[in-house]
């Protein structure tokens, strides 16, 4: 099974400022057949479902703000919040499927 | 417009049995794979199992294995996810999720969960 690791666990960043979130797969997530990156970040607030934020590691989901970008290849990507504002407060999720499912431990983001 | 309505959720004692339901609307359901994927309280994200939009493939992950089984209705436009042999450990929200490819896609539209809730 593929591990998927995130760090930090929690990340307190100031109104305005850009926070980072790294994410880390056990085997590489890259297919060959269509040079994509099989790997998605979703963002969690209490109450409600996941959101699909990035997929295929650097396509933002329609209606997601420009200040969310992914990038990486392979194993190793990252979430990167620009202008951090309010409501960007939740928990940030990484998931890989190239292989069968798996997530990251999550990363909780708040207003430092 | 796509959505996604689960229901079923309930308290259950530790070896009972549960039946969740996800309603889906906006989009043709045979079309698309769906996928059931949980939180447990304070914990993270976990993918429960699969079903393609023909409903021939089904894929569970390891923890509920040979306890649960994925099923969708066409006719009603329903997918279900049957769990016996219920544990503490099966306690959490659980999502019905839409897939865009097959077994390998990412999840753009979810359900707001329904809660089970394993105890004595």
């Known amino acids: 099974d593929i591990v998927v690791t995130q760090s930090p666990d929690s990340l307190a960043v100031s109104l305005g400022e850009r926070a980072t979130i790294n994410c880390k797969s056990s085997?590489?997530?890259?297919?060959?057949?269509?040079?994509?990156?099989?790997l998605a970040w979703y963002q969690k607030k209490p109450g409600q479902p996941p959101r699909l934020l990035i997929y295929?590691?650097?396509t933002r989901e329609s209606g997601v703000p420009d200040r969310f970008r992914g990038s990486g290849s392979g194993t190793d990507f990252t979430l990167t919040i620009s202008g951090l504002q309010a409501e960007d407060v939740a928990v940030y999720y990484c998931?890989?499927?190239?292989?069968?499912?798996?997530f990251g431990q999550g990363t909780k983001l708040e207003i430092k | 417009e796509v959505q996604l309505v689960e229901s079923g959720g309930a308290l259950v004692q530790p070896g009972g049995s549960l039946r969740l339901s996800c309603a889906a609307s906006?989009?043709?359901?045979?079309?698309?794979?769906m996928n059931w994927v949980r939180q447990a309280p304070g914990k993270g994200l976990e993918w429960v199992s699969y079903?393609?939009?023909?409903?021939?493939?089904?894929y569970y992950a390891d923890s509920v294995k040979g306890r649960f089984t994925i099923s969708t209705d066409t006719a009603k436009r329903s997918l279900h996810l049957q769990m016996n042999s219920l544990r503490v450990e099966d306690t959490g929200v659980y999502y019905c999720?839409?897939?865009?490819?097959?077994?390998?896609?990412?999840?753009?539209?979810w359900g707001q969960g329904t809660l089970v809730t394993v105890s004595s």
């Open positions: 999720a839409r897939g865009d490819f097959a077994y390998s896609s990412f999840w753009r539209y």
């Open positions: 906006g989009f043709t359901f045979s079309a698309y794979s």
């Open positions: 079903i393609s939009g023909s409903g021939s493939a089904t």
């Open positions: 085997q590489s997530v890259l297919s060959s057949s269509n040079n994509k990156n099989f």
């Open positions: 295929w590691a650097s």
């Open positions: 998931h890989q499927y190239y292989d069968s499912h798996t």
